[in-house]
C-alpha cells in the first residue's frame, strides 16, 4: 500500500515538515489537524491492509529429515526430561553410553533440550545422535561435530612450547626416532628434555641403550639364609648421560641417591624384573626396606604412568600403601591401576575416605557394587562428605543401602544419593 | 481415573526452578506420610526445619496450602506431592484434623460466595454501578483528549525527532489513571518497538494509527451499534465479568489447540485457543493471574473437554466462559489453508476491528525459511511469517513432515503455540 508507506515516512520524519497539500490523506474523513488525519488515516490503511492481507507463496519449505537406520530410545524420553530438568548431565552421559551400546538413538521429544547442552556434552552424546539430531543441529546453527584440525604447521615455524607439546603427543616408536633426535639437539632445553624423555621409551634407541647400560647391575638380590635383601648400587650424579633431564632436589636425598632417582624415572620398570629375578610387589617390599627406598620406589612411582605404562607395575605400587609416605602418587596410580588393584586397595581400607573419593573420581569409572557398599557406608558416617558427585559413580545396586532413612544429620545427603540412583536406575531399565 | 498426569502438574509450576525442585521433592523418602481422599490431597515433607511442612491440595480447582516459607505457589512441596498423586504413589486414607479444617473452611468459603452472587443486586447497586461507570467513562474521555494531543505531537515532530520509550511509558501511566488500561497497553507496545526491527517505522505507523482510530471510535461511541460498542469498550480495556456472558451457552467437545501465556508487569495473561469440534467455532478463554497462581488445569494444550462455553458479547464472539467440562480424547478437527484463514480474519476484522489477535490453524503445513525468519507454508505453498518462540520442537518432533499447526495471527505474523501429527503433539 503506497499511501500507507507515504504516510508513516511522514510520520518518521514529522507530519509539519512535510506538505500538507501533498499528504497522501484520505478524504472521507474529516479530523482538524493534519497530525490527526494522518494518524486516523493510517488507522484505517492499517487495518485494510490486515483485513486484505495475502500470504507470500514463493517460499519453499525445508527439506524434511532424513529417515534413522537406527530405533530411538522411546522409553527413555521421561526420565531424560527428568534428567534435563535436575541437570544431572552425569546420569544423561551415561545413559547415552549405554544406549549407544544397543544402538539405540535419543528421541526427538528430547533432541532439542540435548543440543542445547554445553558443546562438551554434547560431543559426548553424538554416539546417540542419530540423522534426525544431525539435521535438526544444522537448522539450529549448532555445529555438531569438532571443526577438522587445520594443516600442522612445520617444525620450523613452532615456538619452543608447541614443539614440546608436540613430542610429548608423539607416539613414542621408531618411526618418529629421526624427529626425537632431532629434537634432542635443539637449543631450548625443555625442548631437549621432552626429546630424552621420549628417547628413553624407545627401545633399541641410543638414548635407552645408554640408560639400560648404566642400569645393569645397580640392583641386586642377596640371599640370606631367612631373607632376601636389596643390594643398591646408586650412579654418582657424573655417571649419568649429561643430556638427561636432571632433578635438582627432592626429599632429602643426597646426590648418589637423586641419581639413582634419575636414572630409575628413566628406565622401564620391567628392566628391574629382569635384573633381579622378582615380580613387581617383591621387588617393591625389598626395596622399601633398602636404603634407597625413597629414590627407588619415587623412581618407580614418576616412570608409571609418566613414562613407561605398564599396568602391573601400577596395581603393585597401588597395593604396596605407596599412599602412607607419597600420597602425591595416589591419583594417578589409581587411574591407572586395574579395577581388581583398586577395589583391593579400597576394601583393605589403605585410602582415607576422603582419597577413596578423590581417586573414584579421578578414575572417572563406575565403582563396583563392593567398593560403592563401602563408599556409601563412608558416606553415611561422613555426612559432611560433598554429595554432588559420588551418586553418579556408584553402583546402581547401592540403590539398597539408600532406601530407608538415615541419622538426621546425614538423611538430606542420603536422600540426594537416592534421587540420582533412582533416576539412574530409570534411565537404564528404560533401554 | 485421575485427570492429573505428570505433565499437567508441571504446568503448574510457577517457574523452572520450581519445576526441577517439584522432581526432586517427588520422591516417596521425602514425604514421611501422604494420604489422599476424594478431592483431598496431603502430606508432610521433610524440610530444613525441625517440623515437617504440611501440604494439601484441593484437587478440584486446585488449590493448594502449605506450611512453608515459600511465596511461590504452588510451592515446590505441593507439586512434588501432586507429582507422586499423578504416578499413583499415594494411598487413600482418612485426612488428619488440620486438613480436614482446611478444606472445611474452603467450603465455607465458597458457600458464603455462593450466597452472596445468588442474591438479588439492590436498586442502590445497581444506581452506583451506573454512576462508577459514567464516572469512569469521563475519564476516559478527558485522557483521552490528552492521549490524542501526545499522539498529535509525535506526529507532528516525526518519531525520529523526538520520541523515547520513556515518554510513551509515562503517557501510559496517565492512561492507567484515566481508566483506560487498554489504550495504556497499546502505547507501551508501541515505545517497546519505536527504533526497533528494520521495519519498526511500519510497524508504530500501524499502532500510533490503530490507537487513533480507537479514539475516534471512542468519542462517536453513541452512533456504534450494542456489539461494536461492547468491543470498543473492551478494546479501551473496562473489564467484562463474568454476568455478561449471552444466555444460550454453546455446547460442544471442545479441543484445546494451543495457548499463549504473557508476563506484563505483575500479571500475567493466559490465552488458551478452543475449537468447537462439532461446530467449528472458535473461542478464547482468557484468564489472568497474579503472583504465579496457576491457570485452569482444564485448559492444557493437546486436551479437550465437553462443555458448554459462554460466549462474551462482541460483534465477533471470540472469548467465551467455561463452568464445568468433562474430559475427552484430544482429537481436534483438521485445519484449513492461508487463503481461508486470512479471508476469516478480513471478515472479522470488519465486523470487529480491534481483534489483535486471531487464531490461524493450518492443515498439512511445513517449515521454511528465507534465512532470516521462519515461515508456515500451507500445502498450497503459500505462506505466513513466524514471530515469538523458535520453531525447533516442531521440527524435532515432526522432522517438517507436514502437520496441523495452531498460532495466534496478529495482522503481520503468526506466533506459534502449537503442533501436531502422528507423531504426537507439542505445545510451544
Known amino acids: 500500500m503506497k499511501e500507507f508507506d507515504n504516510l508513516a515516512t511522514a510520520l518518521q520524519v514529522g507530519v509539519r515538515r512535510a506538505n500538507p497539500d501533498r499528504l497522501p490523506l484520505l478524504k472521507e474523513w474529516t479530523c482538524g489537524s493534519p497530525e490527526k488525519a494522518c494518524l486516523v488515516d493510517l488507522g484505517v490503511l492499517d487495518l485494510m491492509r490486515r483485513a486484505g492481507m495475502t500470504p507470500r507463496d514463493d517460499l519453499a ?7 534413522e537406520t537406527r530405533r530411538y530410545a522411546l522409553a527413555s524420553v521421561e526420565p531424560l526430561l527428568e534428567a534435563l530438568d535436575l541437570e544431572a548431565v552425569q546420569a544423561i552421559l551415561e545413559w547415552a553410553e549405554e544406549a549407544a551400546g544397543k544402538e539405540l538413538l535419543a528421541a526427538p521429544a528430547v533432541l532439542v533440550r540435548l543440543l542445547e547442552l554445553p558443546p562438551k556434552t554434547r560431543t559426548a552424546l553424538l554416539p546417540v545422535f542419530g540423522e534426525r539430531a544431525h539435521w535438526l543441529a544444522d537448522l539450529m546453527g549448532i555445529r555438531l561435530r569438532p571443526p577438522e584440525p587445520a594443516e600442522p604447521a612445520t617444525w620450523e615455524d613452532l615456538g619452543w612450547r608447541e614443539r614440546a607439546e ?14 626425537f633426535e632431532a ?18 621409551q624407545i627401545p633399541g634407541s641410543s638414548v635407552a641403550t645408554t640408560i639400560l647400560n648404566l642400569a645393569k647391575g645397580r640392583l641386586s638380590v642377596v640371599r640370606k639364609l631367612l631373607s632376601k635383601e636389596l643390594k643398591v648400587s646408586p650412579p654418582t650424579p657424573e655417571e649419568l648421560p649429561p643430556q638427561m633431564p636432571r632433578t635438582a632436589a627432592f626429599g632429602t636425598l643426597g646426590p648418589n641417591a637423586l641419581a639413582l632417582y634419575d636414572l630409575v624415572r628413566h628406565t622401564p620398570p620391567s628392566f628391574w624384573e629382569q635384573e633381579t629375578g622378582l615380580q613387581p610387589g617383591d621387588l617393591i617390599a625389598l626395596a622399601e626396606k633398602s636404603d634407597y627406598a625413597e629414590a627407588l620406589i619415587s623412581g618407580w612411582l614418576r616412570a608409571i604412568p609418566h613414562n613407561f605404562v605398564e599396568p602391573r607395575w601400577s596395581d603393585a605400587l597401588l597395593l604396596a600403601r605407596v599412599d602412607v609416605n607419597r600420597p602425591q602418587f595416589r591419583e594417578t596410580l589409581c587411574q591407572h591401576a586395574s579395577e581388581a588393584a583398586f577395589e583391593e586397595a579400597v576394601l583393605g581400607r589403605r585410602f582415607h575416605p576422603d582419597a577413596v573419593f578423590a581417586y573414584a573420581m579421578a578414575r572417572g569409572k563406575r565403582l563396583s557394587p563392593a567398593v560403592s557398599e563401602l563408599l556409601v557406608d563412608f558416606i553415611k558416617q561422613r555426612h559432611s562428605i560433598s554429595k554432588a558427585w559420588p551418586a553418579y559413580h556408584l553402583d546402581l545396586s547401592a540403590i539398597r543401602f539408600v532406601s530407608e532413612p538415615w541419622p538426621d544429620e546425614s538423611e538430606s545427603t542420603r536422600q540426594h544419593l537416592f534421587r540420582v540412583l533412582e533416576l539412574r536406575l530409570r534411565l537404564h531399565r528404560s533401554l | 481415573m485421575s485427570q492429573w498426569t505428570t505433565e499437567r502438574v508441571l504446568a503448574l509450576a510457577p517457574d523452572a526452578s520450581s519445576l526441577s525442585s517439584a522432581r526432586e521433592l517427588s520422591s516417596e523418602a521425602k514425604w514421611p506420610s501422604s494420604g489422599t481422599q476424594n478431592h483431598a490431597l496431603w502430606g508432610e515433607a521433610k524440610g530444613s526445619g525441625a517440623k515437617p511442612y504440611q501440604t494439601a491440595v484441593d484437587l478440584r ?11 511461590k505457589f504452588p510451592c515446590k512441596h505441593a507439586l ?5 498423586y499423578a504416578k499413583g504413589e499415594i494411598m487413600a486414607a482418612s485426612p488428619p484434623g488440620w486438613v480436614t479444617e482446611w478444606l472445611e473452611k474452603r467450603d465455607e468459603k465458597s458457600t458464603k460466595q455462593e450466597t452472596k452472587s445468588d442474591a438479588p443486586k439492590t436498586e442502590i447497586d445497581v444506581e452506583a454501578a451506573a454512576k462508577r461507570s459514567n464516572k469512569r467513562w469521563e475519564n476516559i474521555l478527558a485522557g483521552l483528549e490528552e492521549c490524542e494531543a501526545f499522539l498529535a505531537d509525535a506526529a507532528g515532530q516525526g518519531l525520529l525527532a523526538t520520541q523515547s520509550a520513556r515518554s510513551w511509558d509515562h503517557m501510559a501511566a496517565r492512561m492507567v489513571d484515566a481508566q483506560s488500561p487498554g489504550i495504556a497497553r497499546r502505547l507501551r507496545q508501541i515505545g517497546l518497538t519505536v527504533g526497533v526491527g528494520p521495519d519498526w517505522g511500519r510497524t508504530v505507523a500501524g499502532q500510533m494509527g490503530n490507537l487513533s482510530l480507537l479514539m475516534e471510535g471512542a468519542r462517536r461511541v453513541e452512533s456504534l451499534n450494542e456489539d461494536a460498542r461492547v468491543d470498543l469498550r473492551v478494546a479501551l480495556g473496562i473489564p467484562q465479568k463474568k454476568d455478561d456472558v449471552e444466555l444460550a451457552p454453546v455446547a460442544d467437545v471442545w479441543d484445546v489447540l494451543g495457548q499463549v501465556i504473557e508476563q506484563e508487569d505483575r500479571i500475567t495473561t493466559c490465552r488458551s485457543w478452543l475449537l468447537g ?3 467449528g467455532r472458535w473461542a478464547m478463554h482468557l484468564a489472568f493471574s497474579v503472583a504465579g497462581r496457576p491457570f485452569d488445569i482444564r485448559l492444557l494444550p493437546g486436551t479437550a473437554f465437553v462443555a458448554e462455553l459462554a460466549f462474551f458479547p462482541s460483534a465477533w464472539p471470540l472469548r467465551a ?12 478437527r483438521i485445519g484449513a489453508t492461508w487463503d481461508a484463514s486470512l479471508d476469516r480474519l478480513s471478515h472479522a476484522l470488519a465486523a470487529q476491528p480491534w481483534i489483535e489477535q486471531f487464531p490461524v490453524h493450518l492443515t498439512a503445513a511445513r517449515l521454511g525459511t528465507d534465512g532470516h525468519a521462519w515461515w508456515v507454508v500451507d500445502q498450497n505453498g503459500q505462506s505466513g511469517k513466524l514471530r515469538g518462540p523458535l520453531p525447533w520442537p516442531v521440527l524435532a518432533l515432526s522432522g517438517n513432515a507436514p502437520a496441523e499447526v495452531i498460532g495466534e495471527w496478529d495482522g503481520s505474523s503468526l506466533r506459534l503455540m502449537a503442533a501436531w501429527g502422528p507423531w504426537g503433539f507439542v505445545s510451544l
Not at chain 1, 519449505?61 to 529417515?67: E, K, L, R, T, W
Not at chain 1, 608436540?166 to 624427529?179: F, M, T, V, Y
Not at chain 2, 480447582?61 to 511465596?71: D, G, I, N
Open chain 2, 321 to 332: 466462559h467455561l463452568e464445568d467440562a468433562i474430559s475427552e480424547p484430544f482429537s481436534p
Open chain 2, 61 to 71: 480447582e486446585p488449590a493448594f496450602k502449605c506450611s512453608c516459607p515459600s511465596r
Open chain 1, 166 to 179: 608436540r613430542i610429548q603427543a608423539a607416539e613414542k616408536s621408531p618411526e618418529n626416532l629421526p624427529l
Open chain 2, 277 to 279: 469440534r462439532g461446530t
Open chain 2, 80 to 84: 512434588g506431592l501432586m507429582i507422586r
Open chain 1, 183 to 200: 629434537a634432542a639437539t635443539e637449543k631450548r632445553k625443555e625442548v631437549r628434555e621432552e626429546a630424552f624423555r621420549a628417547l628413553a
Open chain 1, 61 to 67: 519449505p525445508v527439506d524434511g529429515a532424513p529417515p
